[in-house]
C-alpha cells in the first residue's frame, strides 16, 4: 500500500490540474468560442450544445485530435457531436490553438489520472 502523503499529493496534483483546465476552459470558453459563435461562417459549425459548455469541448477536442480523424468522424451519424476541424482552424489564431489544446489536454490529462489512481486503489496497488 502507498504511503497516505504520497496519495494525498498525487490527488493535489490531480485537483490542481483539474482546476487549471477549468480557468484554462473558461478563457477559452469566452474569448475564442464566443467569436466563433458570432461568425456566421461557423456558427452552425461547432457541434450540437447539448449542454452548457460542450461548444466549447467541441472546438477544443476539434483542435487537440488529429485532423484526419475529426473529418472522419464528421461523416458519421454521430458529426453533430463534433465541430468542423478546417472551420475552427481556419477562424483562429495560433495562441488561440495553443490554448485550447492546453485546455482539453489539462482536462483529460487529470480525468484519466483520476479514473487511474481510483484503479490502482481498488486493487490496493500503489495508489
Known amino acids: 500500500m502507498m504511503d497516505e502523503g504520497l496519495t494525498y499529493r498525487c490527488l493535489l496534483v490531480i485537483l490542481v490540474g483539474f482546476y487549471l483546465g477549468l480557468a484554462l476552459f473558461v478563457v477559452f470558453a469566452v474569448v475564442t468560442v464566443r467569436r466563433l459563435r458570432r461568425n456566421p461562417a461557423t456558427r452552425d459549425r461547432l457541434g450540437v450544445p447539448f449542454l452548457v459548455g460542450w461548444e466549447a469541448q467541441s472546438v477544443a477536442a476539434a483542435l487537440t485530435m488529429p485532423r484526419a480523424y475529426t473529418r472522419r468522424m464528421r461523416r458519421t451519424k454521430l458529426r453533430a457531436l463534433f465541430a468542423d476541424c478546417d472551420a475552427v482552424y481556419q477562424h483562429t489564431s495560433r495562441a488561440e490553438?495553443?490554448?485550447?489544446r492546453a485546455c482539453y489536454l489539462t482536462f483529460m490529462g487529470s480525468a484519466v489520472l483520476l479514473w487511474f489512481c481510483y484503479v490502482v486503489d481498488?486493487?490496493?496497488?500503489?495508489?
Open 97 to 100: 490553438q495553443f490554448l485550447g
Open 122 to 127: 481498488k486493487f490496493n496497488g500503489i495508489a
